[in-house]
């Protein structure tokens, strides 16, 4: 599978994206549309693993909303993007359309394939500080590393990491405690609280 690379030429919208007619799904980056592969089995484990433990927390502790993609996700008229799982707070529903969601979600979660790794961590990486998602995961199941990125002064700064082994705590949901052996599979790991 190839690299998610944006399209040479045209400079797409979100009007031209809502216009593609095929089965393939797409994210429009800066105007270059980019075909985004389908996700591999490990990765589709993960990121319900996270699903559900998210989703668990976010209702019993009524925050907001858990969404995951394929979601249109609106940050400005020519950057649309389909973040693996998001989290938008109680407080701003409203940017939730019947459509696509129409701004920054709080929380946005990547799970990092093998030939995603530069267009998520740097690419979309780069966007998601600019238009001002508050805390910004990366999950990577080969490695079994999961990274938690909150915004200080408009910039990423690493707030906890896990790998093999350890913990993730979320600054956007507080009292959030996720143990990296519920998210990915590994075999003969241990249970310990890991703050690095």
């Not at 007619?21 to 800066?30: H, I, P, Q």
């Not at 998601?128 to 915004?151: A, D, N």
Request: with cysteine; aromatic share 8%; glycine share 6%.
């Amino acid at each position: 599978m190839s690299t998610p690379t944006p399209s040479i030429g045209k400079r797409y919208t979100y009007k031209d994206y809502l216009q593609i007619e095929d089965e393939k799904r797409y994210e429009v980056m800066e105007g270059g549309l980019v075909m985004v592969p389908a996700p591999l089995t490990i990765h589709q484990r993960v990121s319900r693993n996270i699903e559900v433990i998210l989703c668990n927390f976010v209702k019993e502790k009524r925050l907001g909303e858990i969404l995951y993609a394929p979601m249109d996700v609106v940050l400005s008229e020519d950057v649309v993007v389909q973040p693996d799982i998001l989290f938008i707070s109680k407080k701003r529903l409203n940017i939730i359309e019947e459509a696509a969601i129409m701004g920054s979600p709080d929380l946005i979660i990547e799970v990092v394939s093998p030939f995603s790794a530069s267009y998520d961590t740097i690419e979309k990486r780069g966007v998601y500080e600019k238009y001002g998602v508050k805390e910004y995961w990366l999950v990577f199941p080969q490695e079994k590393v999961v990274e938690v990125l909150t915004l200080e002064k408009n910039i990423y700064r690493e707030f906890c990491k896990a790998r093999k082994i350890g913990v993730i705590r979320s600054k956007v949901l507080d009292g959030l405690v996720m143990d990296l052996t519920d998210i990915i599979e590994l075999e003969g790991s241990k249970r310990t609280d890991s703050k690095d």
